[in-house]
Nanobody, 122 residues
Framework: VQLQASGGGLVQAGGSLRLSCVAS????????MCWFRQAPEKQRELVAA???????NYADSAKGRFTISRDNAKNTVYLQMNSLKVEDTAVYYC?????????????????WGQGTQVTVSS
């Protein structure tokens, strides 16, 4: 199983970015799908999470500005980030709880993408 994140970049404060993360492999189900971020010299923190049925959870810093969504048919999670601030600068990681399928065997694991850099300039 692999998670491939994309969509990061350099944007001015007040701008927007949309991150995407695609899961691939022998996937039976994915729950939840999340975005974390890690700024320099800070701990990794949860930004947003979404369950299979669409229930969402956001960090206080993301509420009202970020929107997490998913396309279950495409095994993809998105993070729409609006009104970006300099303090949103970080490496953003997608994370997912994935149940893999091998014949009749089901195995759950916690998977991470490679990270995508988001830089917000003032």
């Amino acid at each position: 199983v692999q998670l491939q994140a994309s969509g990061g970049g350099l944007v001015q404060a007040g701008g927007s970015l949309r991150l995407s993360c695609v899961a691939s492999g022998s996937i039976f189900s994915i729950n939840p799908m999340c975005w974390f971020r890690q700024a320099p010299e800070k701990q990794r923190e949860l930004v947003a999470a979404i369950s299979t049925n669409g229930a969402t959870n956001y960090a206080d810093s993301a509420k009202g500005r970020f929107t997490i969504s998913r396309d279950n048919a495409k095994n993809t999670v998105y993070l729409q980030m609006n009104s970006l601030k300099v303090e949103d600068t970080a490496v953003y990681y997608c994370n997912a709880g994935i149940t893999t399928a091998w014949g009749s065997r089901r195995t759950w694991g916690d998977y991470w993408g490679q990270g995508t850099q988001v830089t917000v300039s003032s």
